[in-house]
C-alpha cells in the first residue's frame, strides 16, 4: 500500500493543450519531419535515405513497448486501454513500419491516410499525454509524432503515390477495425479506437453524444480522406 501511495503521488499530470511543453514538442515534430524529408529528397536511393526511412520504421515498430515501459517507469497504471497496441494511432504506425520496410502499398495508403486524418488531429489535441519531463511524454510524442512524419515522408520523400480507390480501400479498412475493435471493447469494456467513450479534450467533444458520435467521426473520416487524396487528383490530371 505504502510503495502504491509512492507511485500514485509521482504520477505526472496530463499535458496542458498548447502549454509551453506541447508547444516544444510540436516544434520539434515539424522540424524533424523537415530535416529527414529535405535530406532524403537530396540524397534520393542513397545510403542516407535508407538509413533514415528504416529508423522512421524501427521509431514506428518500437512505439508500444515504448509506451508501456515508460508508463511503468513513471508509475502509471497499464490498464486495459492500454494493454494491447489496438488505438488507431497503433494501427498506423505498425502499418507505417511495413510500408516503409516491405514497400507495402496497402500500408502506405492507411499510413497516409490514417495519420493526417486521425493521427494529426491527436497530436494537436493530445488527451492522454503525460506532460514533460516523463517518460510517457516523450513515447506518445515517438508514437503520434513519427506517423504523422511517416505520412508525410511517403509522398514527399520516397514519391509514393497512393493507387486508385485507395481512399474507399482505405476507409472500408476503417470501417473493419471499427467493427472489430468496436465489438473488442463491447467484450472487455475497454476503449480503443473511443468507440464506448469519447477522448476528453479532443476535436471530439463537438461531435453529438455515443453512438451518434462513431457514425459521424465515420462520415468526417470519409470526407477527410477525399481531401487527402486531392493532390494526387491534380498531379495525375497534370500528367495527362
Not at 507511485?7 to 511543453?21: K, W
Not at 530535416?35 to 526511412?53: E, M
Not at 458520435?213 to 481531401?227: H, K, R, T
Request: charge should be neutral; proline fraction near 4%; aromatic fraction near 16%.
Amino acid at each position: 500500500m505504502g510503495l502504491e501511495l509512492i507511485l500514485a503521488s509521482e504520477s505526472p499530470s496530463l499535458i496542458q493543450h498548447f502549454g509551453a511543453s506541447h508547444l516544444i514538442a510540436l516544434a520539434g515534430t515539424f522540424l524533424i519531419g523537415f530535416f529527414v524529408i529535405y535530406v532524403s529528397r537530396k540524397n534520393q536511393l542513397s545510403k542516407i535515405s535508407t538509413a533514415i526511412a528504416v529508423s522512421i520504421a524501427f521509431l514506428l515498430i518500437t512505439a508500444y513497448p515504448v509506451k508501456i515501459i515508460a508508463r511503468y517507469i513513471d508509475g502509471i497504471e497499464i490498464d486495459k486501454d492500454v494493454l494491447f497496441p489496438l488505438q488507431l494511432c497503433d494501427v498506423a504506425a505498425v502499418a507505417g513500419f511495413f510500408a516503409l520496410i516491405l514497400k507495402n502499398r496497402l500500408c502506405a495508403e492507411i499510413t497516409y491516410f490514417f495519420g493526417l486524418a486521425g493521427t494529426l488531429q491527436a497530436l494537436f489535441t493530445p488527451s492522454v499525454c503525460y506532460d514533460f519531463p516523463s517518460i510517457s511524454y516523450f513515447a506518445f510524442f515517438q508514437l503520434h509524432s513519427i506517423v504523422v512524419i511517416a505520412a508525410l515522408y511517403l509522398p514527399l520523400a520516397l514519391n509514393w503515390r497512393p493507387r486508385k480507390g485507395s481512399v474507399m480501400r482505405v476507409w472500408f479498412c476503417g470501417i473493419c477495425y471499427a467493427i472489430i475493435v468496436g465489438l473488442f471493447d463491447f467484450i472487455t469494456g475497454a476503449n480503443y479506437g473511443f468507440f464506448r467513450e469519447k477522448a476528453e479534450g479532443s476535436l471530439m467533444d463537438i461531435l453529438h453524444p455515443w453512438p451518434y458520435y462513431i457514425i459521424e467521426m465515420s462520415v468526417l473520416a470519409l470526407v477527410l480522406f477525399f481531401v487527402l487524396s486531392v493532390p494526387f487528383l491534380r498531379q495525375s490530371q497534370s500528367k495527362n
